[in-house]
């Protein structure tokens, strides 16, 4: 079965939504970003914590990284260590998914932010394909305080300490909570959840991860 995306205007410029129309893909498709100051308000950039210290052994001071493009992506937690491909938008404004012939393959907004660099990166992938569960099946069982590794093509790894797990109906995504601009590095990883239509055969919603960046290591 083709799944299929459609965007919905957010209520702020340049932001989209989505609805999931299908079962297995992932994730609304967000426009590139803007810095942090232009097109929002103060008030969103002053609810953004400083960056915390480090918490893992072995980890370099935090720092910002120069853009490079992410090449894999490892979550101990649940098991995932996955190749990354660059997902881009198509014609009809949706994002395009990582293909399905590869359950264990994840994507990343190449138009938006490189994992590590200020603002905010975004991951998606599929939860699972008429195969079987995928990359991103066990996201929802993240907790606060497991680690994101992001390899690039630099050589170092970006990582991210996760702040909260949420899921959210497609009827209601909160694109400016999941995409706005941010004064640090930050990582979103999103794929299909909230529940399941077994009708109509769809996920009614996203699982989204929210992360942000402690640290960095030579990968």
Not at 134 to 146: E, I, P, Q, S
Not at 166 to 174: G, I, K
Not at 179 to 184: L, M, Q
Request: proline share 11%; aromatic share 6%; hydrophobic share 45%.
């Amino acid at each position: 079965m083709r799944r299929i995306l459609t965007g919905t205007p957010a209520s702020f410029a340049l932001l989209v939504g989505a609805v999931l129309i299908a079962h297995g893909l992932m994730a609304p498709a967000p426009p590139p970003q803007p810095t942090p100051d232009q097109g929002f308000a103060a008030a969103d950039k002053a609810t953004l914590a400083p960056p915390a210290a480090p918490t893992a052994a072995g980890l370099a001071p935090l720092a910002v990284l120069a853009p490079a493009a992410p090449t894999r992506v490892r979550i101990p937690a649940i098991g995932v260590d996955a190749p990354l491909t660059g997902l881009s938008l198509e014609s009809n404004g949706q994002l395009a998914a990582p293909p399905e012939t590869d359950r264990n393959l994840a994507g990343w907004y190449r138009a938006g932010t490189a994992p590590g660099s200020i603002g905010t990166a975004i991951l998606a992938g599929h939860v699972d394909t008429h195969q079987g569960p995928a990359v991103f099946y066990g996201l929802g069982a993240l907790k606060r305080g497991d680690v994101i590794e992001v390899g690039r093509a630099d050589h170092l790894d970006a990582v991210f300490t996760v702040d909260a797990v949420e899921a959210y109906p497609a009827t209601d995504f909160p694109d400016r909570r999941v995409y706005a601009a941010a004064a640090r590095p930050e990582l979103r990883l999103i794929t299909c959840g909230a529940g399941f239509d077994q009708k109509h055969q769809r996920y009614l919603g996203n699982v989204v991860v929210f992360a942000h960046m402690t640290g960095n290591h030579p990968g």
